[in-house]
């Protein structure tokens, strides 16, 4: 049976054209066994009309406060207590700026001020409005306040641009509502992952890069949000969509990387860093194509810092910080010198030189290393370990509760 079977939700619809979405969502919502009251913004009558809502979901739609003979059938009070489910899909700038800001200037911003049910939002708007500062303040202040936040998806846009904003689809939301409805072991958590290679550029069109896909950075993300955990992803250059529910910060080198991890890093209780940061960048990146010139090209490298380091000794650190270790030999003996040496709580040792996982591959196998235990997980699909390792995590945390 579906977790939203029986659940009341009420589905707020805010002005946005991913409006027209929102009629599917009532589908399949009801499939999934919910049963659905529609409340619009007055807005969104410009992109859907009520009767469509009204047919879909059987049920009279509301907009307005002041509509006397729907509330002496239910009173908005009533409607929020009736509610076991608040999703509002599309959550546009302007709602999601009230409610940030506590307005209670319509029927949809008063309900999600009276009700006690859990609230979720699925932001749709245009990639710059997304970006913009005071949209993140606001998302952050819903987020803090407990307000669950699906997406939103980076892709075309009907503005015409492309990047993030795009509303998640239909059944993507229905997953996050029933995942969100699931108290799982990293509930209440806030979790910090880094994922995939980072690329150190030379000169316009050449690199240094490494194997990493970020396959099991974001598998750690996946389950780690799927556990309740509120995930943040740091990556590198990869090809991979961005786990549902997860907030996705992109990056190129080690010093975007750095930046990011230690910009996010307050109010996390835990870091995973499973990218494979650069040791060395290019000392300068040269602004033109570089050219051919003699038989050997000497590069000079700088050291990169040591961002896993850094967070494990940063004021701001968080209870628990896993490291990875890509070894192709002595596996336990490097990854305990490196537990050791940059104060982590737990590392996550893999055998890069062995067939089948590591690098690039769906599969892995790892050795974890604490002060004084070891566990062995996999081999598997890098998901099943990923899940056994945020196991170990969540028992560190519990144990320093
Ligand atoms: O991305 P996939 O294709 O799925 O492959 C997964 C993986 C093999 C990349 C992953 O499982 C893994 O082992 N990640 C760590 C790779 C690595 O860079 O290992 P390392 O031993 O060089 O670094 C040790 C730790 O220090 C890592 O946690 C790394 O993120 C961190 N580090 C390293 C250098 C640096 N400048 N800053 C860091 O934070």
Redesign the pocket.
Known sequence: MSDLAGQRILLGVSAGIAAYKAADLVRRLQDAGAEVQVVMTEGAGHFVGATTFQALSGRPVRSSLWDEAAEAAMSHIELARWASRVLVAPASADLIARLAHGFANDLLTTLCLATDAPIAIAPAMNRLMWANAAMQANIETLRARGVAVFGPAEGDQACGEVGAGRMLEPLELVACLSESGKTGRLAGRRLLV???PTYEDLDPVRFLGN???????FALAAEAAAMGADVTLVAGPVGLATPVGVRRIDVRR?LEMREAILAALPGQDGYI???????YMPAETAKQKMKKSGEVLTLELRR?????AEVARHAQRPRCVV?????TQQLAEYARG?LRDKGLDLIAA?D?ARAGI???SDD?ALSVFSADASHELGPGR?SLVARQLLELVADFLESKA
């Open positions: 880094s994922a995939g194997r990493s896909s970020g396959k099991m950075g080690a860093g499973t990218a494979a940061v650069a040791d990169t810092p040591d961002i896993l490291g990875f270790a890509a070894e490196k893999n890069v590591g690098f690039e892995n890098k």
